[in-house]
């Protein structure tokens, strides 16, 4: 797939866990390194393009991060981003869901809608900003279902979730969810996406 849509170039993908390299790797066409991302450089070339996507809003220091980022570029190589701005749940469900989401990554240091930030922060030191809008992202509601669902286990394991959400909340969410499972109404949630490109000058 990747192939297909950069004929000729050489892709390398960055995670830290060695599972998920492992997984990311097998059979694809495209290299798969374990490193940390908030740390530079990168055990690769500079690179004419770097892609994120559902990433800063996960990271500590998403501004420094994204300086650090530039760093991996040659000159005029571009930095390409894609984060939440804000999602318009359209159900009590997902809107209960979200609500907890933020509450959690907020505990966290995280900000699900750090696409704002992106908006407004200064372009980094050797960077200039060519690129930020917006765009949707219009799932269907049994897609929304089937993205959340897997987390709830997770976060009865995850202190920073039980502050937000016991035992009651998360079967109820759980149920919610799961009746919507198989529904292919569309636009009864909407990511409203944050999409900016950095250059690199020098």
Do not use: K
Request: aromatic share 6%; net charge negative.
């Amino acid at each position: 797939m990747v192939g297909s849509c950069c004929p000729g170039a050489r892709v390398i993908g960055v995670d830290s866990s060695a599972a998920f390299v492992a997984d990311a790797g097998a059979g694809a066409d495209l290299e798969v390194v374990q490193h940390d991302v908030t740390s530079v450089p990168f055990p690769v070339p500079l690179a004419d393009l770097v892609y994120a996507r559902y990433l800063l809003a996960h990271l500590a220091m998403p501004e420094a991060c994204v300086a650090g980022w530039i760093t991996l570029l040659r000159a005029g190589g571009r930095l390409l981003l894609e984060e939440v701005e804000r999602i318009d749940p359209g159900l009590p469900v997902f809107e209960r869901y979200l609500s907890t989401v933020a509450a959690v990554m907020r505990d966290e240091a995280h900000d699900l809608y750090v696409g704002r930030m992106l908006d407004t922060m200064a372009a980094p030191a050797g960077a200039r900003r060519l690129y930020s809008a917006t765009g949707e992202v219009r799932p269907t509601t049994g897609e929304a279902a089937r993205m959340f669902l897997p987390n709830l286990g997770i976060w009865r394991d995850r202190p920073a979730a039980r502050a937000h959400a016991d035992d009651t909340m998360l079967d109820d969410l759980a149920r919610e969810l799961s009746e919507l499972l198989d529904s292919d109404a569309r636009g009864e949630i909407v990511w409203h996406m944050r999409r900016v490109v950095f250059e690199r000058l020098r």
